[in-house]
């Protein structure tokens, strides 16, 4: 594997990392929120409205991030291939 393809994947693996960390944050977040929250709702319809809220900020989220995963994974040569690129070029500058 060439040094290029290797430092795609680095950054890849990085960004994906990133990426489902920030859902796992929000999944603890949005729950932790709920749980907190909960008897400051008033009883009845209105903690419904608030579960299938929170569970569509949770299932659009995911899904989104998912999404954005996988179009990472099939254009990543040409993504991380031009953010290197200009990296490298920026720290030709510098010196």
């Given at each position: 594997m060439s040094d290029l393809n290797q430092?795609?994947?680095a950054m890849?693996?990085?960004d994906?990392?990133?990426a489902w960390?920030?859902?796992i944050g929000l999944w603890f977040a949005v729950i932790f929120v709920m749980l907190a929250t909960w008897n400051l709702a008033p009883?009845?319809?209105w903690r419904i409205v608030l579960l299938i809220g929170g569970a569509a900020v949770l299932l659009f989220n995911t899904a989104s991030?998912?999404?954005l995963v996988r179009h990472y994974k099939e254009d990543?040569?040409?993504i991380y291939g031009l953010d290197i690129k200009h990296l490298d070029e920026m720290r030709g500058h510098k010196h």
């Amino acid at each position: 594997m060439s040094d290029l393809n290797q430092r795609i994947e680095a950054m890849y693996k990085r960004d994906v990392l990133v990426a489902w960390a920030f859902v796992i944050g929000l999944w603890f977040a949005v729950i932790f929120v709920m749980l907190a929250t909960w008897n400051l709702a008033p009883p009845g319809p209105w903690r419904i409205v608030l579960l299938i809220g929170g569970a569509a900020v949770l299932l659009f989220n995911t899904a989104s991030i998912g999404a954005l995963v996988r179009h990472y994974k099939e254009d990543k040569q040409f993504i991380y291939g031009l953010d290197i690129k200009h990296l490298d070029e920026m720290r030709g500058h510098k010196h």
